[in-house]
């Protein structure tokens, strides 16, 4: 299969998905909030802590450009990274396309963090292709980022880390 075909293909797969998708980053859908109290560990207060984590790098104000990496329901990054599979290349090229003190934001899936989720993340998300291994622990996501960006500020919120950084 060539490599546009792929490319193709896995667009089809996401627009089939995105709505069920969409429901669950928004906590609207029953789907998406079983999904989001069960596997992710995120009700109540700690989805409002999620949601306020990959926000945290756009101000209230922002009326810029954004870049978003990977596409879907952010403009921004939010829970896209731990999809590539060099995910390193990844970080790289985001780099490269920044401006010179502009803003990288946006959350990912951390490993180590919750039993629950690592064991949905292996189980149904790897190998349903949502997920690529390896994954970042808390301490090697910001360890790479540090060795990247001038500013890095990194949180977390059950096996999510969120994360601004100016380049």
Known sequence: MERREIVHNAYAVVGQLSKGYDGMMKNE???GRLANRFFWQLRG???ESFVRQAFQG??????????????GTGVLSLNGLHAFP????????THRVLKKGGTFTGCCYIKGQNRVTDLFVRAF???MGFFTPPFDTA????ERLRSMYRE???TRT???AGFVCRK
């Open 158 to 160: 059950g096996a999510f």
């Open 29 to 31: 859908s029953l789907l």
């Open 125 to 127: 998300c790897v190998p």
């Open 45 to 47: 207060p700690r989805y």
């Open 139 to 142: 301490e090697s996501l910001e």
């Open 152 to 154: 890095v500020m990194v």
């Open 58 to 71: 756009l101000p209230e104000d922002f009326s810029g450009t954004l870049l978003e990496v990977p596409v």
């Open 86 to 93: 060099n995910k390193m290349a990844a970080f790289c090229e």
